[in-house]
């Protein structure tokens, strides 16, 4: 920061103040917030100072320390990162597809009954490209009673996903003819999911350092660059919680730079961040 920045400012975010956000994030969220997150913790929560008509920070977080459930709700949004992609990390559906569904149209056949949840769903790209994988599949599950649970603490992104339009921009990385047979364009430049897949997802606000308001089984658990902003301890807890969700042979999906190692006793790694739940 340069000399003259903190006068130019329209709210000054002292060590204290920043120290005392960093603590009511990881008790809200189980994020982890280093120094080098300052100024993304200015500019997200300045917003809100503006919208409140608050004077400073300490006043901001004096509201927050009360408890006030709806402003909770805002901080947490404004915090978070929603950053996805139709089919990223492609590989996983992949494998989903031609090793993991195929396994449990065997293992499920007496109940006829498949479960996915995609932990930190964002705006939706996730769990839609679970859906889709899924149609692409039926065969397998003809008759099935199939679901996929779509978790965010982000009320806003759940908003966006339960409606499932996109705009055309967001489809760079799904082939034209996939995004044609599954999404049809309801206004210039905006395409919203087939019904199809719609009635596939369920999508639900969750904090995922609360208790799950479910029990499961889950077949298959995405949880995708999520854990990525938790510290190891927050991680330990979290995947401990997750195992008990799944059967052995289930299958967990995590993101391209997270790791079960040291973490997590519960899971074999079998592929690129693919692993199964061990007996």
Same mark, same amino acid.
């Given at each position: 920061?340069?000399?003259?920045?903190?006068?130019?400012?329209?709210?000054?975010?002292?060590? !204290?103040?920043?120290?005392?956000?960093?603590? @009511?994030?990881?008790?809200?969220?189980?994020? =982890? @917030?280093?120094?080098?997150?300052?100024?993304?913790?200015? $500019?997200?929560?300045?917003?809100?100072?503006?919208?409140?008509?608050?004077?400073? +920070?300490?006043?901001?977080?004096? @509201?927050?320390?009360?408890?006030?459930?709806?402003?909770?709700?805002?901080?947490?949004?404004a915090i978070t990162t929603n950053l996805t992609s139709f089919f990223r990390e492609a590989h996983h559906f992949e494998f989903l597809s031609g090793t993991?569904?195929?396994?449990?149209?065997?293992?499920?056949?007496?109940?006829?009954?498949?479960?996915?949840? =995609?932990?930190?769903?964002?705006?939706?790209?996730?769990?839609?490209? &679970?859906?889709?994988?899924?149609?692409? $599949?039926?065969?397998?599950f003809r008759g099935w009673d199939v679901r996929i649970l779509a978790t965010d603490l982000d009320s806003n992104v759940l908003a966006q996903g339960q409606?499932?339009?996109? !705009?055309?921009?967001?489809?760079?990385?799904?082939?034209?003819?996939?995004?044609?047979?599954?999404?049809?364009?309801?206004?210039?430049?905006?395409?919203?999911?087939?019904?199809? &897949?719609?009635?596939? *997802?369920?999508?639900?606000?969750?904090?995922?350092?609360?208790?799950?308001?479910?029990?499961?089984? +889950?077949?298959? *658990?995405?949880?995708?660059?999520?854990?990525?902003? +938790?510290?190891?301890?927050?991680?330990?807890?979290?995947?401990?919680?997750?195992?008990?969700?799944?059967?052995?042979?289930?299958?967990?999906?995590?993101?391209?730079?997270?790791?079960?190692?040291?973490? =997590?006793?519960?899971?074999? @790694?079998?592929?690129?961040?693919?692993? !199964?739940?061990?007996?």
């Open positions: 920061m340069q000399p003259g920045d903190a006068r130019e400012r329209e709210y000054h975010l002292s060590d !204290r103040d920043f120290e005392q956000i960093r603590g @009511l994030v990881r008790e809200h969220t189980g994020i =982890s @917030l280093s120094e080098s997150k300052r100024e993304l913790v200015y $500019s997200r929560l300045a917003r809100r100072l503006r919208g409140l008509r608050l004077g400073s +920070f300490a006043e901001y977080i004096a @509201l927050l320390e009360r408890g006030e459930s709806v402003e909770l709700e805002e901080f947490a949004n993991v569904l195929p396994e449990l149209a065997r293992r499920n056949a007496a109940t006829r009954r498949l479960r996915i949840w =995609s932990a930190g769903c964002s705006t939706g790209e996730e769990p839609y490209t &679970l859906a889709i994988t899924l149609q692409e $599949s039926m065969e397998l409606a499932g339009e996109y !705009r055309e921009d967001r489809f760079a990385t799904m082939p034209a003819a996939r995004r044609q047979r599954w999404f049809t364009e309801s206004r210039p430049g905006h395409f919203t999911a087939a019904d199809g &897949l719609k009635a596939l *997802i369920t999508f639900r606000q969750l904090n995922l350092m609360q208790p799950f308001p479910f029990k499961g089984p +889950f077949d298959v *658990i995405f949880c995708r660059n999520v854990v990525i902003y +938790f510290d190891k301890p927050t991680q330990r807890t979290l995947f401990e919680r997750v195992a008990q969700l799944q059967r052995p042979g289930d299958h967990l999906f995590i993101g391209h730079s997270e790791s079960l190692f040291k973490v =997590s006793d519960s899971y074999q @790694l079998i592929g690129k961040t693919i692993y !199964r739940r061990l007996g």
